[in-house]
């Protein structure tokens, strides 16, 4: 009890000290008399000490007890045959002493007693037992016969309690004689080679191992084989494949049997423990592909000599292959989570690096070109995504690979685009590498700047590849645009647009078209005007052009937004579609533009303020019948921004004015007005405006108001001369302010 007492304080680490002090003593046979009485005595005394801790723990008693093995475990590897013996005879002792001593009662979850809905109290645990059982089992091994005993002796306690804890519990039907005699068994001499004895022993247990033992079995197995003896070698692969093969594995045990395998492979020589790994590895793969390729991507980001080793394993059988592939382009895909920190276990960005780094390697392998290349269009356009998303990287993940490539000057980036190379020669497409390389295309996608011309130089030489593989491309883009996702939606649909040029993909065109409308309403910069350049080129292609028509409302919301380059492409966009309408339609959409167009007449973007004008004068054109009317207001309320934008700097635009009032002026039927603008008479027209309906005085007013504000001076002169203010005339302030000067008028 006094032991007990002391041990409240700092019971672990003085445990430890006295099982250095003691187990680290001479062997017996080489101490004689008084000094052998005395270590007899001193390990009785240990034992002794043991159990009073234990019982002395009271309702704690099953943690005390698991805190002692805890402590004991490591000296059953050691390499002193002697220190190994003594340390499992205080195990045997003290599982002997656990089925004497009325521990408090277990969780009836132990030894495979599963129990729905409940829940486990850290005191009625039994935790280690996978771990109890595995180091047991091993040292059943051992070349010296003593050791071997001792561990023998506690796996038959143990063994005895684990039947005397399930007999409490009425609903199991295995606690009769039968099972006492099976335990009693493993006391009896060995009979057979120690592999074997061992291995009946170990599947014994294994119909009492929780999921939760097992997985803390195999780590130590693995560990185990790099063992000096055949048998403890033998035994540890045995466990393994048991263990591994078990239907009741959980995904979530793979992370840490990966990491074994990685860290363990280098110092593994023989082949029966070779060929374990490379069974287990094959089983994990065909059950959990995923954990099982994402943790190895973990282990080793820039794919070392061992796991390329581990690579090669799972990649030995055809049916293997497929899955690594697949899950190594699902890593490739996941650069969604925008995560900063740099363990690979938290940031998919680093790992889909990583699996970019893995790829390349494979693709040097000649014997998986098969499987590589019925995946090819995914995994070129993953790689393509993951050279753009690379180029995003922070320096913290930079840096990570920048150490393990900066012998051979790659980069991440670099390497991404190598291995977009290394795919298109396996694929037998040397040539386009060539061409891309020729245009630039390959120094292109290494830098931001230009990385989306680059991007556009690819996928016009792959517009020249066969058309079922196009065809494949253009689909798999499309799908992967019908689900929004930043990282990669810009790169998709600069690609995608480009494609359009194929007159070949008509029949895939109608995927284009069902995502095309949400990209239009896109907030990433550039993406609606990249989306109209898209269906311009559609609207320019006979064979193509009427299909665009159901995208025609989507365009005409484009005219509403402040974005001059979205308007710009918009603008003959609409003029194209409006030759494709028949029947009524052209009247009816040439009416529902004019109102969008005329706040374009002032835009600041010159090709948008002339194209607008050009596309309203071609609308005046379509309005026939009862629209006629509505139409009217529309022209009326058009004639002074023409007017002004006589005088625009930009010579086109003032051409467009001019051209359109002599059509505003036939559609009203006003001959004077046709006259005048015709001969550009600026001032004659004012005149004319205000004589021809003099109640619209105040509308005029009020449209020329923003005009005074205009960034043109030639337009704020217009402004202030219709308006009429002799104030005006005296200075010119700076644009944006409410009256122009400058000398006379």
Same mark, same amino acid.
């Given at each position: 009890s006094?032991?007990?007492?002391l041990?409240?304080e700092?019971?672990?680490?003085?445990? !430890?000290v006295?099982? #250095?002090s003691?187990f680290?003593?001479?062997?017996?046979?080489?101490?004689r008399g008084p000094e052998?009485s005395?270590?007899?005595k001193?390990?009785a005394t240990?034992d002794?000490?043991?159990?009073?801790l234990?019982?002395?723990?009271?309702t704690l008693?099953?943690?005390?007890?698991?805190?002692?093995?805890q402590?004991l475990l490591?000296?059953?590897?050691?390499?002193?045959?002697?220190?190994?013996e003594?340390?499992?005879?205080?195990?045997?002792s003290?599982a002997?002493?656990?089925?004497?001593?009325?521990?408090? $009662?277990?969780c009836?979850?132990?030894a495979? /007693? =599963?129990?729905?809905?409940?829940q486990?109290?850290?005191?009625?645990?039994f935790?280690?037992?996978?771990?109890l059982?595995g !180091?047991?089992?091993?040292c059943c091994?051992?070349?010296d016969?003593g050791t071997c005993?001792?561990a023998? *002796?506690a796996? !038959?306690?143990l063994?005895?309690?684990?039947?005397?804890?399930?007999?409490?519990?009425?609903?199991l039907?295995d606690?009769?004689?039968?099972?006492?005699q099976?335990?009693w068994?493993?006391r009896?001499?060995?009979q057979?080679s120690?592999t074997s004895?061992t291995s009946k022993?170990?599947l014994m247990?294994m119909k009492?191992?929780q999921p939760?033992?097992q997985?803390?079995i195999?780590?130590?197995?693995?560990k185990?084989?790099? /063992?000096p003896?055949a048998?403890?070698?033998s035994m540890?692969a045995?466990?393994v494949?048991?263990?591994?093969?078990d239907p009741a594995?959980?995904?979530?045990?793979?992370?840490n049997i990966v990491?074994?395998?990685?860290?363990?492979?280098?110092?593994?020589?023989a082949v029966? /423990?070779l060929?374990?790994?490379?069974?287990a590895l094959?089983v994990?793969?065909?059950k959990h592909?995923r954990?099982?390729?994402?943790?190895?991507?973990? #282990?080793?980001?820039?794919?070392?000599?061992v796991?390329?080793a581990m690579?090669?394993?799972?990649?030995s059988?055809?049916?293997?292959?497929e899955k690594?592939?697949q899950?190594?382009?699902?890593?490739l895909m996941?650069q969604?989570l925008?995560?900063?920190s740099?363990?690979?276990?938290?940031?998919?960005?680093?790992?889909? +690096?990583?699996?970019a780094?893995?790829i390349s390697?494979i693709l040097?392998?000649?014997?998986? +070109?098969?499987?590589?290349?019925a995946?090819f269009?995914?995994l070129f356009?993953a790689l393509?995504?993951?050279?753009?998303?690379t180029t995003?990287?922070t320096?913290?993940e930079?840096?990570?690979?920048?150490?393990?490539y900066q012998q051979?000057?790659l980069t991440?980036?670099?390497?991404a685009?190598?291995?977009?190379r290394l795919?298109?020669c396996?694929?037998?497409f040397?040539?386009q590498?060539l061409a891309?390389?020729?245009q630039?295309?390959w120094?292109?996608?290494l830098?931001?700047?230009?990385?989306?011309?680059?991007?556009?130089?690819?996928?016009?030489e792959m517009?020249?590849t066969?058309r079922?593989l196009?065809?494949?491309?253009f689909c798999h883009l499309?799908?992967?645009?019908?689900v929004?996702d930043?990282?990669w939606?810009?790169?998709?649909?600069?690609f995608l647009?480009?494609?359009l040029? #194929? =007159?070949d993909?008509?029949?895939?065109?109608?995927?284009?078209l069902e995502?095309?409308p949400t990209?239009l $309403?896109?907030?990433c910069?550039?993406?609606?005007s990249?989306?109209l350049?898209?269906?311009?080129?559609?609207t320019?292609?006979? &064979?193509?052009?009427?299909k665009?028509?159901?995208?025609?409302p989507y365009?005409?919301e484009? +005219?509403?937004g402040a974005d001059? &380059?979205?308007?710009?492409v918009?603008l003959?966009?609409?003029?194209?579609?409006?030759q494709?309408?028949e029947?009524?339609?052209p009247?009816?959409?040439?009416?529902?533009l004019? &109102?969008?167009?005329?706040?374009?007449?002032?835009?600041?973007?010159?090709?948008?303020?002339?194209?607008s004008i050009r596309?309203?004068q071609?609308a005046?054109?379509?309005?026939?019948g009862?629209?006629?009317k509505?139409m009217?207001?529309?022209?009326?309320?058009?004639?002074l921004?023409? +007017?002004?934008?006589?005088?625009d700097?930009?010579?086109r635009?003032?051409k467009?004015s001019q051209?359109a009032?002599c059509?505003?002026?036939?559609?009203?039927?006003w001959?004077?007005?046709?006259?005048l603008?015709?001969?550009?008479q600026?001032?004659r027209i004012?005149? #004319?405006l205000l004589?021809?309906?003099?109640?619209r005085a105040k509308?005029?007013? !009020?449209?020329?108001q923003?005009?005074?504000?205009?960034?043109?001076?030639?337009?704020?002169?217009e402004?202030?001369?219709?308006i009429? *203010?002799?104030r005006a005339?005296?200075s010119?302030p700076?644009?944006?302010s409410?009256w122009?000067?400058?000398?006379?008028?």
């Open positions: 006094r032991a007990g007492l041990l409240q700092k019971r672990s680490s003085l445990l !430890h006295c099982f #250095c003691v680290y003593l001479p062997p017996q046979e080489d101490t052998a005395l270590y007899s001193t390990l240990m002794s000490m043991l159990q009073t234990v019982r002395s723990a009271g008693g099953i943690l005390e007890l698991q805190n002692i093995l402590l490591p000296f059953t590897n050691f390499q002193l045959a002697v220190v190994q003594r340390a499992l005879a205080r195990i045997a003290l002997n002493f656990i089925t004497i001593y009325p521990l408090p $009662q277990l009836p979850c132990f495979q /007693a =599963t129990v729905l809905r409940h486990c109290s850290k005191t009625h645990r935790t280690m037992l996978g771990r059982v !180091h047991l089992s091993l091994t051992c070349k016969k005993n001792e023998a *002796e796996l !038959h306690h063994h005895t309690f684990i039947l005397q804890q399930r007999s409490r519990w009425p609903w039907h606690t009769g004689q039968l099972q006492l099976e335990g068994q493993m009896q001499p060995w057979l120690p004895y022993i170990f247990f009492y191992l939760s033992d997985a803390d195999i780590p130590m197995a693995i185990s084989l790099r /063992a003896s048998c403890s070698i540890a045995y466990m494949d048991v263990l591994v093969a594995f959980q995904p979530g045990q793979v992370p990491w074994a395998i990685y860290r363990n492979l280098p110092s593994i020589k029966v /423990a060929n374990s790994l490379d069974r094959l994990l793969l065909g592909p954990e099982v390729v994402s943790s190895l991507l973990q #282990c080793s980001p820039t794919c070392t000599h796991a390329m690579w090669k394993v799972m990649l059988k055809p049916q293997a292959v690594v592939l899950e190594l382009l699902s890593m996941n969604s925008r995560k900063t740099t363990s690979t276990k938290d940031n998919p960005r680093i790992l889909s +690096l990583a699996a780094g893995t390697k040097l392998q000649p014997t998986f +070109l098969r499987e590589v290349e995946i269009p995914q356009l393509l995504f993951q050279v753009s998303f995003e990287l320096l913290q930079v840096h990570i690979f920048w150490r393990k051979d000057l991440p980036i670099r390497s685009v190598q291995s977009m795919l298109l396996g694929m037998g040397e040539s590498v891309i390389e020729a630039g295309g120094d292109a996608l830098s931001t700047q230009t990385h989306l011309m680059g991007v556009r130089i690819v996928a016009r517009m020249k066969p079922p196009r065809s494949t491309i499309a799908e992967l645009l019908s929004e930043p990282t939606e810009m790169i998709a649909m600069v647009v480009e494609m040029g #194929c =007159t993909l008509n029949e895939e065109l109608n995927r284009a995502i095309f990209y $309403q896109s907030q910069l550039g993406m609606p990249l989306v350049r898209g269906i311009l080129r559609l320019e292609t006979p &064979d193509t052009a009427r665009t028509l159901v995208l025609l365009v005409m484009q +005219l509403q001059s &380059d979205a308007s710009a918009a003959p966009v609409l003029s194209n579609m409006l494709l309408l029947g009524r339609m009247s009816l959409t040439a009416l529902a004019a &109102d969008k167009l005329q706040p374009l007449f002032n835009d600041e973007s010159d090709t948008v303020r002339e194209l596309l309203f071609k005046m054109g379509l309005v026939v009862a629209e006629k509505k009217k207001k529309e022209v009326w309320d058009s004639l921004p023409l +007017l002004f934008h006589l005088h700097q930009d010579k635009v003032a467009a051209e009032l059509s505003a002026g036939r559609f009203l039927k001959r004077q007005l046709v006259q603008a015709e001969t550009a600026a001032f004012n005149e #004319c004589a021809r309906n003099r109640s509308d005029y007013l !009020h449209q020329s923003p005009y005074l504000q205009s960034p043109q001076e030639p337009l704020r002169r402004a202030v001369r219709f009429g *203010e002799p005339l005296g010119l700076l644009p944006g409410l122009p000067s400058t000398g006379p008028v």
